[in-house]
Nanobody
Framework: QVQLVESGGGLVQPGGSLRLSCAAS????????MGWYRQAAGKERELVAS???????NYADSVKGRFTISRDNAKNTIYLQMDSLKPEDTAVYYC???????????????WGKGTLVTVSS
């Protein structure tokens, strides 16, 4: 069974940094797209950053220059380095991935359970 497991959330002061990790585990043939979404209280879930298998990245305008997404294909893991955090970055951060479990199967989309990031003094 495929799982996406996030870690690294917590409480940090404004201006501080956190590093999130997401590992895809289980019987996996190939992982394509991986990304981070977030959902703040009372708001819709939004894309924060994404990265393809070959390393092409995309960022929400609100985090450009502050967040960096990276990927370790050998470990099926992505990271989100978050610097210069602001109170408005407070949200549950979810990992998302398109992957296939067999060479002949179609890509399916999976979600992690989320990790809470709180930016507050």
């Amino acid at each position: 069974q495929v799982q996406l497991v996030e870690s690294g959330g917590g409480l940090v002061q404004p201006g501080g940094s956190l590093r999130l990790s997401c590992a895809a585990s289980g019987s996996i043939f190939r992982v394509n797209f991986m990304g981070w979404y977030r959902q703040a209280a009372g708001k819709e879930r939004e894309l924060v950053a994404s990265i393809t298998q070959v390393g092409s990245t995309n960022y929400a305008d609100s985090v450009k220059g502050r967040f960096t997404i990276s990927r370790d294909n050998a470990k099926n893991t992505i990271y989100l380095q978050m610097d210069s955090l602001k109170p408005e970055d407070t949200a549950v951060y979810y990992c998302n991935a398109d992957l296939k479990i067999y060479s002949w199967s179609l890509y399916r989309n999976y979600w992690g359970k989320g990790t809470l990031v709180t930016v507050s003094s």
